[in-house]
């Protein structure tokens, strides 16, 4: 997407006042935040707001791979990705399954970021994903310390490559951009978490395992 010039200078005025309402009314958030991580700034999505350091911690992580576990501060280099972690309502929600991803085409290059999200709610009632999203906060970090996930192999994909950074030292932000679920672009599903968890566990590379596979 080509930002508009009058669009790019607003952002980078909001940037360097720390005032993310300086860009004119009706621009959508997720705007800002991909330009930012195309700006080599990383972000990082919380329902809190009045965060001023970020500790490394472990995460509760489903994936095969080492690096999503690992303790650390997170970050990604994606608006959108990081908006779902900003806007989880996290009372109504028992867990969250979602995913930002590359995959490398056959001439080498990356094809356009692909995106998921499902929400487990803790009321087997709601039925509609967005209902289980809040307003939240996304904090733009300094990529120094930083340190992206490697490319894997994905066994139907081929070679992936997520919007995925770590650092395993305390991170002071240097904006906070306030969110709400009208800013978020992208569909929302609900799952159930039960059945999720058991085909993680038996087929671990079969993201998003939201249906059993048909036998025969």
Same mark, same amino acid.
């Given at each position: 997407?080509?930002?508009?010039?009058?669009?790019?200078?607003?952002?980078?005025?909001?940037?360097?006042?720390?005032?993310?309402?300086? %860009?004119?009314?009706?621009?959508?958030?997720? !705007? %800002?935040?991909?330009?930012?991580?195309?700006?080599?700034?990383?972000?990082?999505?919380?329902?809190?707001?009045?965060?001023?350091? %970020?500790?490394?911690?472990?995460?509760?992580? !489903?994936?095969?791979?080492?690096?999503?576990?690992?303790?650390?501060?997170?970050?990604?280099?994606?608006?959108?990705?990081?908006?779902?972690?900003?806007?989880?309502?996290?009372?109504?929600?028992?867990?969250?399954?979602?995913?930002?991803?590359?995959?490398?085409?056959?001439?080498?290059?990356?094809?356009?970021?692909?995106?998921? !999200?499902?929400?487990?709610?803790?009321?087997?009632?709601?039925?509609?994903?967005?209902?289980?999203?809040?307003?939240?906060?996304?904090?733009?970090?300094?990529?120094?310390?930083?340190?992206?996930?490697?490319?894997?192999?994905?066994?139907?994909?081929?070679?992936?490559?997520?919007?995925?950074?770590?650092?395993?030292?305390?991170?002071?932000?240097?904006?906070?951009?306030?969110?709400?679920?009208?800013? %978020?672009?992208?569909?929302?599903?609900?799952?159930?978490?039960?059945?999720?968890?058991?085909?993680?566990?038996?087929?671990?590379?079969?993201?998003?395992?939201?249906?059993?596979?048909?036998?025969?």
């Amino acid at each position: 997407m080509k930002l508009p010039e009058a669009a790019v200078l607003a952002f980078q005025a909001s940037l360097n006042a720390g005032d993310v309402d300086l %860009f004119p009314e009706g621009v959508p958030r997720w !705007l %800002f935040l991909e330009w930012l991580a195309r700006e080599g700034w990383l972000l990082h999505g919380s329902a809190r707001g009045d965060l001023t350091e %970020f500790e490394p911690r472990t995460p509760h992580d !489903l994936s095969p791979d080492d690096f999503s576990k690992q303790p650390g501060v997170f970050a990604a280099s994606d608006g959108l990705w990081a908006m779902m972690y900003a806007l989880l309502n996290r009372p109504r929600v028992r867990r969250m399954l979602n995913m930002a991803l590359q995959v490398q085409e056959p001439d080498g290059a990356w094809s356009p970021m692909r995106y998921f !999200l499902s929400l487990a709610p803790r009321d087997p009632a709601v039925t509609d994903g967005r209902r289980l999203l809040a307003p939240g906060y996304v904090y733009v970090l300094p990529p120094n310390g930083f340190e992206q996930m490697p490319p894997y192999g994905w066994p139907s994909l081929g070679t992936v490559r997520e919007p995925h950074w770590v650092n395993p030292n305390p991170v002071q932000p240097v904006l906070r951009v306030p969110v709400t679920p009208a800013d %978020f672009p992208l569909p929302v599903r609900v799952h159930d978490a039960a059945q999720v968890d058991a085909l993680s566990q038996s087929d671990p590379w079969g993201f998003p395992w939201l249906e059993e596979k048909a036998e025969g």
